[in-house]
C-alpha cells in the first residue's frame, strides 16, 4: 500500500516512540487514538471517527481496510504506526487491519452497552440533565452564550455535523428584536382567524427552533386552496431557519426518518393532501406525533434486523384537501387556514429585513428567554384550561403561545394589546370549542358509540334502510310493541335492548363484547377486529360510568340464543351528555 504523506516518518514514530511500541489505555486502545469508541448496542458498534462524525459498524465484515481509513481520514499514518505492517528488513510497509479491527471492537466491549438512540444528539436544541439549554450547531455546541466542542458533553454525544446559523453574539433586544417585523410579515396573509392565526403561525417557527429541548412538541397543518400564498408562506419560512430546516416534498416517513435521524430540526411538508388511499400520508401523520412526546419508531432491516428511530421534530404540513385526521393527531397539531388574497395586495410580496439574521436574531432570543419558558409555558396551560382544553391542548397551544411570546417580547405585546400580566383572555380566544381541528377530535368511546349509531342494518321502512340510531329514535313515544319491535329489529346485528326493570337505568343499548353481527358494523374501523372479536368494548368501556354500563350483575343477556357477556349504553344519559357537550 503506498498513498502520499506529509509526514512520512510519522509511520516510524511517534513522540519518540517506534511504530507498534506503545502503551494501550484503559480500553485497550493506542494513546491518542483519532478514532473514539462509544459502546456496542446488540451487533452494532458506535464509533467517532477521526473529524468527529457518528460512524455505526452493524458488522464485523464491514471493518475491512477501506472502511478502517474512512474512519481515520487524514490521519492515515496514525494507522502505520499503531498497527504496523513490517518487511523484512524492518520497514514499515503497511498496517495491519485485522488488528485494527480487534483493538476496536475489544475497546467496545470494555466500554459497555451503548443506546444510540437515546444518548447520540444530532443538530437542533437540546438540554442537559440540569434543564440548560445546548444548540447543536454543526461545528460547534451554544451553551450559556458560549461555543464549545462537539463531542460527549453530559453523557451525551453531539457529533459533528454541517455547520447551521449561530444565534446573534449579543442580546437582541429593543429595535434589533426582528419578532415584531415578522409578525407584521406573517400579518399580511388572509388568515381565517387574524387575531390568533398569525400568533400561533410565529410560536410554530419559535417551536421549529427549540425542537428537542422543548417538553412537547405539536405540529401545525397549514390549509389552504391554490393561489392563497401557501408556498411564499413557506419560503418566509425557510429563510427564518435558513440551513436549519428540513424542507422535503417527500410524503413518505421513510424518507424523512432518513433524513432527520438524529436531528431535532423542523420539518416542513408540503401537498401533504389526501389520498384514495391514506396509508402513506398517515404514516407520515404518525411520525410527527411520536415525535411530539419523543417516542421511539421501530422499523425493519434489509438485513432483518430491526433499528430504532426517535423522532424529536415539530412538523409544518400544508395542503388544499387534508387527510381526515383521528383525534389523536389532531390533538397534536394546530390546524390554520388562509383563504385568497387581497388582489391589490398579491402582486406585493411580504420582505424581511436584512432577511439572513432574522433567524440568528431570534434563536438568541429565544436562548436568552430559555429560563423563563417554563414558568410562562405553565402560565399559557393555566388560561388554556380555563377555555375548556383537556391536557393534550394545553400542550399544544401553551407551546405556541409560549414561543410566540419569548420572539416578541413583553414590551411589543403590551404595546399591542396582549395581556402579559393575566393571560386568561388567551383561554376564550382560543376556547376548546372555537377551533375547527376539536370538532373532529372527540374521545374515542364517543366516537365508536357515534360510529355505532350511524352504521345501517337490514331493516327497511318507508322504502328506506334503517340505521341503529334511527330505529331507537322509533322508541321515543312508543308503546311495548314498539319496544319489541325494535329489539327484534337490533337482534339481526346481535344487538340488544333493555329495559329499565333489567337495568335499573331506564332503557339501554345492549352491545355484546363479542359478536358476528356487531363486528360487521365496525369492520374497517379502528374498533373492528378479526372474526367476531374487536375492540368496541374496550373503546365503550372508556366512557363516564354513568353512560356505560358492565356491571357483572347485569351485563350478561341471551340473545339469538347464546349468552352473552354485554356493555350497556344509558340511552337517555348519553342523550344529556350529548346536549352538555
Same mark, same amino acid.
Given at each position: 500500500?503506498?498513498?502520499?504523506?506529509?509526514?512520512?516518518?510519522?509511520?516510524?514514530?511517534?513522540?519518540?516512540?517506534?511504530?507498534?511500541?506503545?502503551?494501550?489505555?484503559?480500553?485497550?486502545?493506542?494513546?491518542?487514538?483519532?478514532?473514539?469508541?462509544?459502546?456496542?448496542?446488540?451487533?452494532?458498534?458506535?464509533?467517532?471517527?477521526?473529524?468527529?462524525?457518528?460512524?455505526?459498524?452493524?458488522?464485523?465484515?464491514?471493518?475491512?481496510?477501506?472502511?478502517?481509513?474512512?474512519?481515520?481520514?487524514?490521519?492515515?499514518?496514525?494507522?502505520?504506526?499503531?498497527?504496523?505492517?513490517?518487511?523484512?528488513?524492518?520497514?514499515?510497509?503497511?498496517?495491519?487491519?485485522?488488528?485494527?479491527? !480487534?483493538?476496536?471492537? @475489544?475497546?467496545?466491549?470494555?466500554?459497555?452497552?451503548?443506546?444510540?438512540?437515546?444518548?447520540? &444528539?444530532?443538530?437542533?436544541?437540546?438540554?442537559?440533565?440540569?434543564?440548560?439549554?445546548?444548540?447543536?450547531?454543526?461545528?460547534?455546541? *451554544? $451553551?450559556?452564550?458560549?461555543?464549545?466542542?462537539?463531542?460527549?458533553?453530559?453523557?451525551?454525544?453531539?457529533?459533528?455535523?454541517?455547520?447551521? %446559523?449561530?444565534?446573534?453574539?449579543?442580546?437582541?433586544?429593543?429595535?434589533?428584536?426582528?419578532?415584531?417585523?415578522?409578525?407584521?410579515?406573517?400579518?399580511?396573509?388572509?388568515? @381565517? &382567524?387574524?387575531?390568533?392565526? %398569525?400568533?400561533?403561525?410565529?410560536?410554530?417557527?419559535?417551536?421549529?427552533?427549540?425542537?428537542?429541548?422543548? %417538553? *412537547?412538541?405539536?405540529?401545525?397543518?397549514?390549509?389552504?386552496?391554490?393561489?392563497?400564498?401557501?408556498?411564499?408562506?413557506?419560503?418566509?419560512?425557510?429563510?427564518?431557519?435558513?440551513?436549519?430546516?428540513?424542507?422535503?416534498?417527500?410524503?413518505?416517513?421513510?424518507?424523512?426518518?432518513?433524513?432527520?435521524?438524529?436531528?431535532?430540526?423542523?420539518?416542513?411538508?408540503?401537498?401533504?393532501?389526501?389520498?384514495?388511499?391514506?396509508?402513506?400520508?398517515?404514516?407520515?401523520?404518525?411520525?410527527?406525533?411520536?415525535? +411530539?412526546?419523543?417516542?421511539?419508531?421501530?422499523?425493519?432491516?434489509?438485513?432483518?434486523?430491526?433499528?430504532?428511530?426517535?423522532?424529536?421534530?415539530?412538523?409544518?404540513?400544508?395542503?388544499?384537501?387534508?387527510? /381526515?385526521?383521528?383525534?389523536?393527531?389532531?390533538?397534536?397539531?394546530?390546524?390554520?387556514?388562509?383563504?385568497?388574497?387581497?388582489?391589490?395586495?398579491?402582486?406585493? /410580496? /411580504?420582505?424581511?429585513?436584512?432577511?439572513?439574521?432574522?433567524?440568528?436574531?431570534?434563536?438568541?432570543?429565544?436562548?436568552?428567554? *430559555?429560563?423563563?419558558?417554563?414558568?410562562?409555558?405553565?402560565?399559557?396551560?393555566?388560561?388554556?384550561?380555563?377555555?375548556?382544553?383537556?391536557?393534550?391542548?394545553?400542550?399544544?397551544?401553551? $407551546?405556541?403561545? @409560549?414561543? +410566540?411570546?419569548?420572539?416578541?417580547?413583553?414590551?411589543?405585546? !403590551?404595546?399591542?394589546?396582549?395581556?402579559?400580566?393575566?393571560?386568561?383572555?388567551?383561554?376564550?380566544?382560543?376556547?376548546?370549542?372555537?377551533? %375547527?381541528?376539536?370538532?373532529?377530535?372527540?374521545?374515542?368511546?364517543?366516537?365508536?358509540?357515534?360510529?355505532?349509531?350511524?352504521?345501517?342494518?337490514?331493516?327497511?321502512?318507508?322504502?328506506?334502510?334503517?340505521?341503529?340510531?334511527?330505529?331507537?329514535?322509533?322508541?321515543?313515544?312508543?308503546?311495548?310493541?314498539?319496544?319489541?319491535?325494535? &329489539?327484534?329489529?337490533?337482534?339481526?346485528?346481535?344487538? *340488544?335492548?333493555?329495559?329499565?326493570?333489567? @337495568?335499573?337505568?331506564?332503557?339501554?343499548?345492549?352491545? /355484546?363484547?363479542? +359478536?358476528?353481527?356487531?363486528?360487521?358494523?365496525?369492520?374497517?374501523?379502528?374498533?373492528?377486529?378479526?372474526?367476531?372479536?374487536?375492540?368496541?368494548?374496550?373503546?365503550?368501556?372508556?366512557?363516564?360510568?354513568?353512560?356505560?354500563?358492565?356491571?357483572?350483575?347485569?351485563?350478561?343477556?341471551?340473545?339469538?340464543?347464546?349468552?352473552?357477556?354485554?356493555?350497556?349504553?344509558?340511552?337517555?344519559?348519553?342523550?344529556?351528555?350529548?346536549? !352538555?357537550?
Amino acid at each position: 500500500m503506498s498513498r502520499p504523506h506529509a509526514d512520512p516518518d510519522a509511520r516510524h514514530h511517534r513522540d519518540g516512540y517506534p511504530a507498534g511500541d506503545w502503551e494501550p489505555d484503559d480500553l485497550g486502545l493506542p494513546p491518542d487514538c483519532p478514532v473514539q469508541v462509544l459502546g456496542m448496542d446488540g451487533d452494532a458498534m458506535h464509533l467517532v471517527d477521526a473529524i468527529g462524525q457518528l460512524a455505526t459498524v452493524t458488522n464485523p465484515n464491514q471493518m475491512g481496510q477501506g472502511y478502517i481509513q474512512r474512519l481515520f481520514g487524514d490521519r492515515q499514518n496514525y494507522l502505520y504506526w499503531a498497527w504496523p505492517r513490517h518487511d523484512k528488513d524492518g520497514q514499515v510497509v503497511g498496517w495491519k487491519a485485522d488488528k485494527v479491527r !480487534e483493538v476496536l471492537y @475489544t475497546a467496545a466491549a470494555r466500554k459497555g452497552v451503548y443506546n444510540s438512540v437515546e444518548r447520540v &444528539r444530532g443538530l437542533g436544541a437540546w438540554t442537559d440533565d440540569h434543564g440548560e439549554l445546548v444548540l447543536h450547531l454543526g461545528n460547534a455546541l *451554544w $451553551i450559556k452564550g458560549e461555543l464549545h466542542e462537539t463531542g460527549e458533553v453530559g453523557g451525551y454525544f453531539y457529533p459533528r455535523r454541517p455547520k447551521l %446559523p449561530r444565534p446573534s453574539e449579543e442580546r437582541v433586544d429593543g429595535d434589533m428584536n426582528p419578532g415584531p417585523q415578522l409578525f407584521e410579515v406573517l400579518q399580511t396573509w388572509n388568515w @381565517t &382567524r387574524p387575531e390568533v392565526d %398569525p400568533f400561533l403561525f410565529m410560536g410554530w417557527i419559535g417551536a421549529g427552533f427549540l425542537g428537542g429541548a422543548l %417538553p *412537547w412538541r405539536p405540529s401545525m397543518f397549514l390549509v389552504g386552496d391554490k393561489a392563497v400564498g401557501k408556498s411564499t408562506l413557506q419560503d418566509v419560512v425557510q429563510t427564518v431557519f435558513g440551513g436549519g430546516l428540513v424542507s422535503t416534498p417527500d410524503t413518505s416517513a421513510a424518507g424523512i426518518y432518513q433524513r432527520i435521524k438524529q436531528d431535532s430540526l423542523p420539518v416542513a411538508v408540503d401537498e401533504l393532501e389526501a389520498e384514495a388511499d391514506n396509508s402513506k400520508v398517515m404514516a407520515v401523520v404518525k411520525l410527527a406525533r411520536l415525535a +411530539a412526546s419523543g417516542g421511539v419508531m421501530l422499523r425493519g432491516g434489509s438485513d432483518h434486523a430491526g433499528t430504532s428511530f426517535q423522532a424529536r421534530s415539530t412538523f409544518l404540513f400544508s395542503a388544499i384537501n387534508p387527510p /381526515p385526521l383521528p383525534p389523536q393527531d389532531l390533538s397534536r397539531l394546530a390546524v390554520i387556514s388562509i383563504g385568497k388574497l387581497d388582489p391589490e395586495k398579491s402582486s406585493k /410580496p /411580504p420582505l424581511l429585513m436584512d432577511a439572513t439574521t432574522v433567524g440568528p436574531r431570534l434563536l438568541r432570543r429565544l436562548a436568552d428567554g *430559555w429560563p423563563q419558558f417554563h414558568v410562562l409555558y405553565e402560565a399559557y396551560r393555566e388560561a388554556l384550561k380555563s377555555g375548556g382544553h383537556d391536557g393534550r391542548g394545553q400542550d399544544t397551544y401553551g $407551546i405556541f403561545l @409560549t414561543c +410566540a411570546h419569548l420572539m416578541l417580547g413583553d414590551d411589543w405585546l !403590551e404595546d399591542n394589546g396582549y395581556p402579559i400580566e393575566n393571560l386568561a383572555s388567551w383561554g376564550q380566544l382560543l376556547s376548546a370549542s372555537s377551533l %375547527p381541528e376539536r370538532e373532529n377530535a372527540r374521545e374515542n368511546w364517543r366516537a365508536c358509540l357515534e360510529h355505532l349509531l350511524s352504521a345501517r342494518v337490514d331493516v327497511w321502512r318507508n322504502g328506506e334502510r334503517h340505521n341503529v340510531g334511527g330505529l331507537l329514535e322509533d322508541l321515543e313515544g312508543g308503546s311495548v310493541l314498539d319496544f319489541e319491535r325494535v &329489539r327484534k329489529q337490533l337482534a339481526s346485528v346481535d344487538l *340488544w335492548l333493555a329495559d329499565n326493570k333489567k @337495568t335499573g337505568q331506564g332503557m339501554c343499548l345492549v352491545v /355484546p363484547n363479542k +359478536a358476528s353481527g356487531v363486528a360487521s358494523l365496525f369492520r374497517d374501523t379502528p374498533w373492528g377486529g378479526p372474526g367476531d372479536d374487536g375492540v368496541w368494548s374496550t373503546a365503550l368501556r372508556q366512557g363516564p360510568p354513568d353512560i356505560v354500563l358492565h356491571d357483572k350483575a347485569i351485563n350478561k343477556f341471551k340473545i339469538n340464543g347464546v349468552q352473552r357477556r354485554c356493555t350497556l349504553i344509558s340511552l337517555k344519559e348519553f342523550d344529556r351528555y350529548c346536549l !352538555e357537550n
